[in-house]
């Protein structure tokens, strides 16, 4: 499969269907970030804390990649419908 039929089959995605990645993407990440500001602001300095902060950076992280890739898939299927030649 050449790499112009990978990013067309990439693009057949109904942007709705990427809206609703994006979404959930958006929903983790400020999920993640409202678990670490609660976690400095109402446990004591700990090891706990700590455990409780890491797990918000990484639904954070999960977060902001999943909102990113599906943000890239939106912006990939807009140009290739852009610049396909009409039929």
């Known amino acids: 499969m050449s790499f112009k039929h990978r990013l067309e089959h ?3 995605e109904p942007l709705e269907q ?3 990645k994006f979404r959930l993407g958006a929903a983790i990440f400020f999920c993640g970030m ?3 500001y609660l976690a400095a602001k109402v446990l004591t300095p700990s090891l706990a ?3 409780v902060t890491l797990a918000g950076l ?3 992280g999960l ?3 999943l909102a990113l890739l599906a943000q890239a898939r ?3 299927a807009r140009l290739l419908r852009f610049w396909k030649k009409p039929e």
Do not use: D, I, R, Y
């Open 10 to 12: 990439l693009s057949q």
């Open 18 to 20: 990427s809206f609703k």
């Open 34 to 36: 409202l678990v670490v």
């Open 49 to 51: 804390q700590e455990w």
């Open 58 to 60: 990484v639904l954070v």
């Open 63 to 65: 977060g902001f990649g």
């Open 74 to 76: 939106m912006l990939l």
